[in-house]
């Protein structure tokens, strides 16, 4: 039987909150068998706890945040992607804030810290969650569908349709976790254009510019409109006539924005509190459905 395991010492990373625009330091430290993962308020009185369980999830608007009812972290999909693909059980993470740093939009600074680290197998059994019979979530609302079949394995399959004619459909597909730190950490998060002014009217994206994501730009406005947007993002203002993607990097893949999203399936899914044998099919994904679906398996 495969026995659990956690990292062998402690790491720290540091940056901006995506959301909060706050300089923001994350540990990762070891922790016992059959701990799971807890992460810690280190700025709060008290340093509270919080079970990273998919029924704490009190918000999924542009991102995963959990809470114990009085606290909350957010951003925090990354991070935990990195672990549960990694076949890490047990872990701590501390943060001095609310909300886990964005660093640079994807999981792969976590998997390379992780893997400078090293990783130490435990006394105790891995407790699998083996599905035994299809489990689905279909949304109604966003046309979103994700579905669970019975595996030797945890695999994941991912089918993004963007409302867009200038940014096609996408898939992507992992079926072995080892090649998470090659084919998938690296993918970074993206954001529409149209959808930057109604996050910055709700006070999110404070930390967000073309350093920790890819923003595409897929429906024509007006140039007036377009300039603002450039400006509240601090980037250089363009052309409004050409559409495309807006990053500092070129992209890593021509997928890279689903591959993006099935990073964040399996951080969402790392809330089920057990390693998972199935393989996963999302079409539409997001993090309120994804969590619909952690706790649909949790109930199981």
């Given amino acids: 039987m495969a ?4 990292i062998k010492e402690c790491f720290t990373l ?5 959301h909060t625009g706050l300089s923001l330091t994350v540990e990762f430290c070891p922790a016992p068998e059959n701990y799971g993962y807890k992460i810690q308020r280190t700025d709060v009185a008290g340093q509270p706890l919080i079970e990273a369980l998919a029924e704490n999830v009190t918000d999924t608007q542009r991102g995963t945040v959990i809470s114990n009812g009085t606290e909350r972290v957010s951003t925090i999909e990354h991070g935990l992607s990195a672990l549960y693909a990694l076949g890490i059980d047990n872990c701590l993470v501390k943060v001095n804030g609310p909300e886990f740093p964005i660093l640079e939009g994807s999981a792969k600074l976590y998997v390379e810290n992780i893997q400078r680290v090293g990783i130490v197998e435990q006394q105790a059994e891995k407790d699998y969650l083996i599905v035994n019979e299809p489990i689905e979530y279909r949304d109604e609302q966003s046309g979103s569908i994700l579905r669970i079949e019975p595996a030797d394995e945890f695999a994941v399959s991912v089918v993004v349709s963007f409302d867009s004619s200038s940014i ?7 079926m072995h976790m080892e090649d998470f730190p090659t084919e998938i950490a690296p993918s970074r998060t993206f954001v529409f254009v149209r959808d930057i002014e109604p996050l910055l009217a709700a006070g999110l994206i404070k930390g967000g510019d073309l350093d920790n994501a890819i923003v595409l730009y897929e429906r024509e406005m007006p140039q007036d409109k377009y300039d603002r947007l450039a400006d509240a993002m601090n980037i250089p203002r363009m052309d409004a006539k050409k559409l495309g993607y807006i990053n500092h990097r070129p992209l890593v893949w021509d997928n890279e924005p689903a591959r993006h999203k099935l990073l ?3 951080g969402d899914m790392s809330l089920i509190g057990k390693p998972v044998k199935g393989h996963i099919t999302a079409y539409r994904p997001g993090h309120r459905v994804n969590n619909q679906l952690a706790r649909l398996l949790r109930k199981s």
């Fill in 14 to 18: 540091s940056g901006k909150g995506l």
């Fill in 3 to 6: 026995k659990q395991r956690t």
């Fill in 264 to 266: 964040d399936v399996i």
């Fill in 168 to 174: 096609s459909n996408q898939q992507a597909e992992l």
